[in-house]
C-alpha cells in the first residue's frame, strides 16, 4: 500500500529554497538524519519516518507545496562511513564535506564515526508551480 505523506526541506532561512530547488533540477536524490530523528515527525509538514513506496508532497519553509517525490530506497549508515552515492545525492563532494556540514547543523549531537544516520533516498515525479 503507498502512503501519501510530506516533508520539508530547510534552508538557512525561511527564504532559502535552495534545496527544493535542488531536487527539483534532479542534483538532489538523498537525504539523511540521524536514526533518533528520521522516525520523528516536525510539525504539520514533516511527517518523518519514510519508507520505500511513500509518495511525498515536498514543502518549502514558507509551507508551499513545490514538488512530489517517490521514496527508493531507506538505508542505515555509520557517519564513519557514507557511501559515494549518498554523499554524491546529498551534492557534496565528498564523505568528508558530507561530515562537516551535518556537525555544522547538528551542532547539539555529538557526531562521532559510529553515529548511526537513515538516508532516504528518491526519485521527483511532478513538480508543483508555485503560485
Given amino acids: 500500500m503507498k502512503r501519501h505523506k510530506k516533508l520539508t526541506f530547510y534552508g538557512v532561512d525561511e527564504n532559502d529554497d535552495s ?3 535542488a531536487v527539483i533540477a534532479g542534483h538532489k536524490t538523498v537525504t539523511a538524519d540521524t536514526v533518533e530523528d528520521y522516525h520523528k515527525g516536525y510539525g504539520e509538514l ?3 519516518g519514510y ?3 511513500d509518495i511525498i508532497d515536498v514543502h518549502d519553509r ?8 517517490r521514496a527508493l530506497e ?3 549508515i555509520r557517519f ?6 549518498v554523499w554524491r545525492g546529498e551534492m557534496f563532494s565528498s564523505a568528508e564535506e558530507f561530515r562537516e556540514v551535518h556537525i555544522g547543523c547538528l551542532p547539539h549531537l555529538d557526531l562521532h564515526d559510529d553515529v548511526e544516520f537513515v538516508t532516504l533516498h528518491f526519485e521527483l515525479l511532478a513538480v508543483t508551480p508555485v503560485s
Fill in 19 to 21: 534545496l527544493v530547488r
Fill in 46 to 48: 514533516g511527517d518523518g
Fill in 51 to 53: 519508507v520505500a513506496g
Fill in 62 to 69: 514558507k509551507g508551499r507545496p513545490r514538488c512530489t517525490i
Fill in 74 to 76: 531507506v538505508r542505515v
Fill in 80 to 85: 564513519g562511513a557514507i557511501p559515494e552515492d
